[in-house]
Structure formats: structure tokens, C-alpha cells
């Protein structure tokens, strides 16, 4: 498991950094986003789709558990928090969209069996009103080329 850790300062720093992820995603990558209430999931997960070029009002599916957007690939956000078993995901057509595109998972700590081994995995700690510090692991199996433009990312910021 490799790790960086990246800090914002506003909620727009942390808009900005979606929107790079997904200025800079490739088909089949997967996110997986842990953080407690409030700590800034859904307004990273906007960014990230604001990069793909969804300009639609993003915002978190705590009750629908998914949505799907159309961008220059298509965007699955999930959000486990609500959810009691894996069987409910599972009842709603998971395996067949959390595969292609882009899928991010909010809450992803509830269900750590579904996620997969590629996975760029994001837990965003809260630090005060405005500061995030953002925890990014990935494994070897995670796409390089994310990787590497990742980690000039975070150096330069």
C-alpha cells in the first residue's frame, strides 16, 4: 500500500482537486471516498465530475444510493451510508455499474469487501472549519500514469 497526503484550505481547494482527478481519469477507475459527515466528500466528488463534463448539479445520493451521470465517460456515484448489507447494493445492479466509467463510493469504510484492489482509496480528515488533510492510498494495481501525474500533483500544490 503506497500513501500521500495532501491538504486543502477552502472548499474550493478541494473542488479543484476533484476536477483535476477527473480531468485526469481513464475508463474503470474506481474511488473510493471514507470521511466523516461534513468533511468534504460530495464537494470533492463534484470536482471530479465537473472534469469529466458533467455540468449537472451533483450531490450526494444518501437516499437513491446511486446516481449516473454522462460525461466523456460515464460517472457512477455511490454513497454506502444508508445501506445495511452488501445484498441491497447488490439488488440495485452493483456488479454491473461499478464496472467502466468512472465509479466513486462514498462512505466506501462500510463495505471494504467490494472494493476493488485498484481502487484509489481517499480519506479526507477534517481539521477545522475550512482545512481537509487528504489521506490517497493505492496499491500496485492502481493505474500508474494516475499515479505518477498524482504525486506531481500533491508536490506542486
Known sequence: ?????????????????????GNHAEEDLF??????????????????????????????PTFNIMNIYDGKL????????????????????????????????EWANLFPDLIPEEALCITIQVLSETERKFIITWTDKTPSTLIKELKQYVTNH
Open 1 to 21: 500500500m503506497h500513501e500521500l497526503i495532501f491538504y486543502t484550505h477552502m472548499t474550493e481547494e478541494t473542488q479543484n482537486f476533484g476536477q483535476w482527478i
Open 31 to 60: 474511488i473510493a471516498l471514507t470521511g466523516d459527515l461534513g468533511a468534504g466528500k460530495t464537494h470533492l466528488v463534484q470536482g471530479i465530475a465537473k472534469g469529466i463534463g458533467i455540468l449537472d448539479n451533483i450531490t450526494s
Open 74 to 105: 460515464p460517472f457512477k456515484h455511490f454513497d454506502f451510508y444508508r445501506l445495511d448489507r452488501e445484498e441491497e447494493l447488490y439488488n440495485i445492479g452493483w456488479g454491473e455499474y461499478s464496472v467502466g466509467g468512472v465509479t466513486v463510493v
